[in-house]
DNA sequence: TCAGAATGCGAGCAATTGCTCAGGTTTTGT
DNA sequence: ACAAAACCTGAGCAATTGCTCGCATTCTGA
């Protein structure tokens, strides 16, 4: 139990045979993260449910750390492609509507995966991935804020940067929020409602209280089901 | 390094002496915790840090989690108190001022022992601290609701005990990741006024807009330093 | 074909950790 | 004063972990 031993890997997986290697070992990782949670990772024990050896983990992963951080890019990258077809769906569309899908997306992508999410995001502290973390939160930002430009004139926040920032920020930690504390919520319609409330009546409170005015006692009627 | 040795403490501390030695364990792994983080926390070391033995931390800690657990207990019982105060303050406030004041009252108690704070929340997956989290929510979460209470008319949501927690929730999550990820941004006075507007703009978008409106140019002028 | 590079193996080392227990010291109640 | 209860000590056990290294196997390209 060294300090840290190494911080590079001494090979990078070159051929097939070591790719397919690489990549069972971060499935391995995964799967004994949601099954034993992070104090029951292993780098022996990955090792073996990936069904190689320990040398052969070391050969492509410096320390047990980067293992979990490649798992971590590896399924940030996964979430940020799904976000981005969202993103692509809904630039024409209403406020309204864009708000409601971004909401869903956003719970939609907590449930995927959902313990494996949980672990994850949890165990970020642990390992060096508040970097990739910081990139992931910051490409999203960019991406909302671009949207937000479009409707630069029916909102009322001029910061329309730190408006993105805080809309993802909100989205993201009320997501978690649910899924570690209240699972219930997350399937719940007026969860959902009461979320694009919240994002609306921050971007455009004027439009957010013309729509709770005219929904006196009807239910309102969005649709959109968000998938994938 | 047994499974879980066991759960309950051998004595509970009664003699003065023995109170003072477990507050001086509680602070020690405080120490530590913030110097060297969870990793490098150690039973030996907090022994030793608290100037006793190992032998006297196992009287009255039956292992090492529950050490982190007491300490979370009495961190949070702190949190809860300070804001206790905020909500006296507030009672007889208008909404707008008292959304304020949870805000500024959020960020300061997240600025208060910031690091610590970060640690512990970052943590708290590590060890069975979710119930005492979850308790601290739905206890702020109450008082919420029933401060919400005071201004049902003014308000457009119905389920006051669901405002109350997205709102409590917003706030903690938001104070959290500024902490974390954005250290800055927990001293901007703009931050302060997006997320009061967040606040306002869910439980009453119309209070928010007109108040969105009377601010063409200038700036706004709430004052109100929120000190404890 | 075949050398050398890439890949894979796994027993085992070195270090560390959580925790115990037999025994000493201090406090309390009488 | 004195016994019992509460308190404290710390050397060291038992277990576990991250990681290395000498060697075997497979692949690549000329």
Redesign the pocket.
């Known amino acids: ?2 300090k ?3 911080i590079n890997p001494r ?8 790719k ?2 690489v990549d069972s070992l971060l499935s391995a990782t995964a799967n004994i993260l949601v099954r034993r949670g992070y104090e ?6 990955v ?1 073996d449910e990936a ?6 983990l ?3 992963f ?4 980067s293992l979990v951080e490649a798992l971590i890019r590896r399924w940030s990258d996964g979430l940020m492609e799904t976000i981005a077809d969202h993103y692509l769906e809904v630039r024409n569309e209403s406020i309204e509507t864009a708000v409601d899908t971004m909401v869903r997306a956003a719970l939609d992508s907590t449930r995927v995966d959902a313990k494996l999410h949980r672990i994850l995001t949890q165990q970020i502290p642990n390992v060096n991935a508040l970097p990739a973390l910081e990139l992931f939160n910051r490409r999203m930002s960019e991406r909302v804020a671009s949207w937000l430009e479009l409707h630069r004139e029916e909102l009322e926040v001029e910061d329309l940067h730190l408006a993105a920032e805080i809309v993802v920020m909100t989205l993201a930690g009320l997501s978690d929020y649910a899924l570690i504390q209240r699972p219930e919520l997350l399937d719940s319609p007026s969860f959902v409602q009461h979320l694009s409330r919240l994002v609306l009546g921050y971007l455009a409170p004027t439009r957010a209280s013309q729509l709770s005015a005219s929904a006196g006692k009807r239910r309102r009627t969005s649709k959109r089901l968000a998938q994938s």
Chains 1, 2 share one sequence.
């Open positions: 139990m060294k840290k031993a190494r090979k990078l997986p070159t051929q097939e045979r070591s397919q290697l029951g990772l292993t780098t022996n024990r090792a069904g190689v050896s320990v040398g052969s070391y050969q492509y410096p320390n047990k750390e």
